[in-house]
């Protein structure tokens, strides 16, 4: 069964600064990996996402990288914005299916 | 054109009655997910439909159930209800042209906040 760790339950960054969220699973089988943005009382909201192929997947000031021997993969924002304040869910999909498997969450403070 | 809309947004019930919850995808998304988020198990997925039928079921009780009509609106209903039912429950939506949500956009509702007293 695949888990999905996202062991910081925090992260504080300065405005304009590289924020850094990490997530560790521990089945090598899936589709891809996923990266959604929460805000309180909203949905959560597709950012970004990598395909099992790939090692990095780049869009706009996201990038995700995936270190498969690692079983590691990171989502990188860069400049950070204060409107990316939020929770962060990395998911995982497999074998075509549309059930994800979420974290629980990195909640990021962006401090102007 | 319009998100996910799910009513109603807030519910208050108490233990052993029953609830049902609806959900109305994006226009032309078939794809119908559930989703349950509690503090303790962050989000868990419960089931998705497609074309009126369940193809994915999580690992839920049998209290749990849903139903997906032609239009692709989307019920899922929850009898009798537990303290431990207390959760925000969310719905998504995909087109459903990739075969999984990696390739296909998943759209998340701003769901709807029960409450088991």
């Given at each position: 069964d695949q888990q999905v760790k996202q062991n910081s339950p925090s992260l504080s960054v300065q405005e304009g600064r590289i924020s850094i969220l990490n997530c560790d699973y521990t089945n090598s089988m899936f589709d891809y990996f996923l990266w959604y943005k929460k805000y309180p009382a909203e949905g959560p909201t597709f950012l970004i996402s990598i395909s099992s192929i790939k090692d990095k997947n780049e869009d706009g000031r996201f990038t995700v990288f995936l270190n498969k021997s690692a079983k590691h993969l990171s989502l990188h924002i860069v400049?950070?914005?204060?409107?990316?304040s939020a929770v962060y869910f990395c998911a995982y999909s497999g074998a075509g299916s549309y059930q994800l498997t979420f974290g629980k969450g990195t909640k990021l403070s962006v401090i102007p | 054109k319009a998100g996910v809309t799910q009513t109603p947004r807030y519910l208050i019930k108490t233990r052993g009655q029953q609830v049902t919850l609806s959900c109305s995808p994006i226009s032309g998304h078939r794809s119908v997910s559930w989703y349950q988020q509690t503090p303790g198990q962050g989000l868990q997925f419960l089931f998705e439909y497609f074309s009126e039928t369940q193809r994915n079921k999580g690992n839920f009780p049998g209290r749990f159930s849903g139903r997906q009509f032609s239009n692709s609106r989307s019920e899922m209903n929850v009898s009798t209800l537990e303290l431990g039912d207390s959760a925000l429950y969310l719905c998504a939506s995909s087109l459903d042209t990739s075969g999984g949500p990696g390739g296909d956009t998943q759209y998340f509702g701003p769901g709807t906040r029960l409450t088991v007293l």
């Open positions: 400049p950070s914005q204060p409107g990316d | -």
